[in-house]
Each structure stands twice: as C-alpha cells, then as structure tokens.
C-alpha cells in the first residue's frame, strides 16, 4: 500500500502564494501519472493538476497559469506552487496517483 502524505497547507491572504508537498512511501517514477485534487466546501472533488512519468503537466483552466506542478525525484516529493490566491481557492487539497492512492489532505484557506 503506498502512503502519501500531503502538507504545507494554512492560512493565506488573497493574492498571496503557498507551497504544498506530498511524500510517498516509495519512489514516484514507479508512477505513471501524480496528480493533486482539491475539495471545497459543499463541492465536488475536482482535479486541480497532474504530471505525468515522463515530466508533462496539465492544469485544469483555474489553475493555469496561477499553479505549477513539480516534483523531486530523489525526494519522492510532488510540488504545487499556487501563486496570486483567490478565496475561491479555499479547499482540501489531495496527493493522488495512477493507482488510486489518495493522501489525507491538506486545508489551504485563502481568506483576508
């Protein structure tokens, strides 16, 4: 069973930037896609970016632009940098992969 563990999560002022990191119990080139999901409050899980083994990355239409995905090998550590916040960006944010393995979340909340 892998476990990932998301963090870097908290509390942000709109237009401000927050980092979150995901750890995996083994090594995320064994992955074919890592991806990172969000869940706001009284909505539905949404896909907020993924990565692929071979490095390519796709964003959903929010996040373009505003998000980057990375990741560290070596670490076995997936990235998402979020620049220029927006309350509406206040949700669980989730480490996921091609295997169907979610990490516990972490809460972002962008507020004033």
């Known amino acids: 069973q892998v476990q990932l563990m998301e963090s870097g999560g908290g509390l942000v002022q709109p237009g401000g930037s927050l980092r979150l990191s995901c750890v995996a119990s083994?090594?995320?080139?064994?992955?074919?896609?890592m991806a990172w999901h969000r869940q706001a409050p009284g909505k539905e899980r949404e896909l907020v970016a993924h990565i692929t083994r071979g490095g390519i990355s796709n964003y959903a239409d929010f996040a373009e632009g505003r998000f980057t995905i990375s990741r560290d090998i070596v670490k076995n550590t997936l990235y998402l940098r979020m620049n220029n916040l927006k309350p509406e960006d206040t949700a669980v944010y989730y480490c996921t992969n091609d295997l169907n393995n979610w990490g516990k979340g972490t809460l972002v909340t962008v507020s004033s």
């Open positions: 083994r090594s995320i080139f064994s992955f074919n896609i």
